[in-house]
């Protein structure tokens, strides 16, 4: 397999808060508040609280074997074989959470913008840019990042200040009316959808340059906390202006947009937001896409991953073409099933390897080679 070009600490770690924030920040708040209601920022907080367990255990990993991914690591800690048939529901699952982002881009346009545009064409328009994104490599992809991430977060910022006439703290009250329970319920959901699935950075984390190895921790906490601040402000601000009503409305950031008036000179600026929840989508596919054609490759040894590109991105097309076409139970399968199957799938399995690698840490010094 080519060996791929190297990116820097702070690149991975723009990269990593793009994957976190980029669908997350537009379709967690419905469902948060929909369970927990002014509670949801409890929720919000717990599973942060996760992904950071969970990230400790992959720089873990990464510390041990900085030279090896989840794959090699694996293979290292089980051996070949039980660490292929470990791999096995990782990138079954990752295949289908390629789809399911790019089904959800194509159901937002469906629902706001382009409603009369069939969802299939959407799809397959996005599946050209993030399968090109993808084949240019993970330095391109880091590049991009940078001016991408700044638009997004500029532009979300901005709706939260613009719509401040319209918060209503009552609405922040009361915290728990049914109890913790409900809290309990969106915090699962959230949790799995996206702090579980950030594992999938323990298959790249070897692309960070060697010496920046050691600042690598420090900047994807820091990544993660902006995440967690700026998911927080999405949530507490679309609480306090729709107040009851943001559960039941989705992408409640272009909800707000859609209300930003001020003197005739700023309103109906939610096309612009559009573009930036986009833009989030968009790159979120690209880096896992990125990140799937690596662990195949690497899973089956391949020699050149770029051939892949395409026919992956291909299979993922019809995954969401024919897979997610309704949008209830795109929900459902979100909300309900997706936390499940990333525990089993993505979390299990790092867990297993983290466990087995602390248990044989006291390996001989030649074992972080990456096993023929």
């Not at 996760?50 to 041990?64: E, F, P, T």
């Not at 702090?195 to 692309?207: G, Q, R």
Request: with cysteine.
């Amino acid at each position: 397999m080519n060996q791929p070009s190297s990116i820097g600490s702070v690149q991975m770690a723009s990269l990593f808060l793009f994957f976190m924030t980029g669908s997350s920040i537009v379709l967690v708040p419905s469902p948060l508040t929909h369970e927990a209601g002014a509670g949801a920022w409890i929720s919000l907080l717990l599973a942060w609280c996760m992904g950071a367990v969970y990230l400790a255990c992959i720089l873990y990993l990464y510390r041990k074997h900085p030279d090896l991914s989840l794959v090699g690591s694996s293979r290292l800690a089980l051996g070949k074989l039980p660490a292929n048939l470990l791999m096995i529901p990782v990138v079954v699952l990752m295949f289908w959470n390629v789809a399911g982002i790019v089904s959800e881009i194509g159901l937002f346009f469906r629902s706001t913008m382009l409603k009369e545009t069939p969802t299939y064409v959407v799809n397959s328009l996005m599946f050209v840019m993030i399968s090109l994104t993808a084949r240019a490599g993970i330095v391109v992809i880091a590049r991009m990042s940078a001016l991408l991430l700044a638009m997004m977060v500029a532009f979300i910022v901005v709706v939260l200040l613009l719509v401040w006439n319209l918060y209503e703290p009552d609405f922040l009250l009361p915290i728990l009316p049914n109890g913790m329970g409900p809290v309990l319920h969106a915090a699962y959901i959230v949790y799995g959808f996206p702090y579980s699935e950030l594992i999938v950075f323990a298959f790249i984390l070897p692309l960070v340059r060697r010496e920046e190895s050691h600042k690598v921790r420090k900047h994807l906490y820091i990544a993660l906390s902006i995440n967690g601040l700026l998911l927080m402000l999405s949530v507490i601000g679309s609480l306090m202006v729709l107040g009851p009503l943001t559960g039941d409305l989705k992408y409640s950031l272009f909800q707000l947009a859609r209300l930003i008036f001020v003197r005739e000179i700023i309103e109906r600026i939610e096309s612009i937001i559009g573009f930036s929840l986009i833009v989030g989508f968009y790159f979120k596919a690209s880096i896992l896409l990125f990140i799937l054609v690596r662990t195949v490759a690497e899973w089956l040894n391949l020699r050149d991953e770029k051939l892949f590109t395409l026919p992956i991105a291909f299979v993922c097309l019809l995954l969401s073409v024919t897979t997610y076409t309704q949008e209830a139970s795109l929900d459902e399968m979100v909300n309900v099933v997706w936390p499940l199957l990333n525990n089993l799938c993505y979390v299990l399995p790092m867990l297993a390897v983290a466990a087995v690698t602390l248990v044989r840490r006291q390996s001989p010094p030649d074992a972080s080679r990456s096993p023929e």
